[in-house]
């Protein structure tokens, strides 16, 4: 899993004038995995978040060497309380992206 920041989306339900946050998940395995959602752990326990562009994609199934891309308004992520970014597939395995 990998972020990058600082883009801008063009087209479709984004607004241009927004700067955007890209988080891809990676398939790195020889077999599928289902991903169910895609959020954030933050620094503490108790303050973890879903992005709501997972929810609507939906599961989505990853052969090997594909991914996903998911896009989230940047202004909403608190950088300074975030610890990871974080993947989960349909049999609940967690896949970390720290920042």
């Known amino acids: ?3 990058k920041k600082n883009y801008k989306v063009e087209g479709g339900n984004y607004d241009s004038n927004k700067t ?3 988080l891809t998940v990676r398939n790195k395995g020889k077999r599928p995995v289902t991903i169910q959602k895609v959020g954030y752990l933050s620094k503490k326990d108790f303050q973890h978040g879903i992005f709501i562009d997972s929810l ?3 599961p989505r199934e990853l052969l090997e060497g594909k991914s996903i891309d998911y896009i989230v308004d940047q202004e909403e992520v608190d ?3 975030i610890n990871c970014f974080v ?3 349909q049999v609940g395995r967690e896949y970390k ?3």
Do not use: T
Request: glycine share 6%; with cysteine.
């Open 1 to 3: 899993m990998s972020y």
């Open 20 to 22: 955007y946050l890209i």
């Open 56 to 58: 609507i994609k939906g």
């Open 79 to 81: 950088f300074d309380k």
């Open 87 to 89: 993947a989960y597939d």
């Open 97 to 99: 992206c720290k920042l």
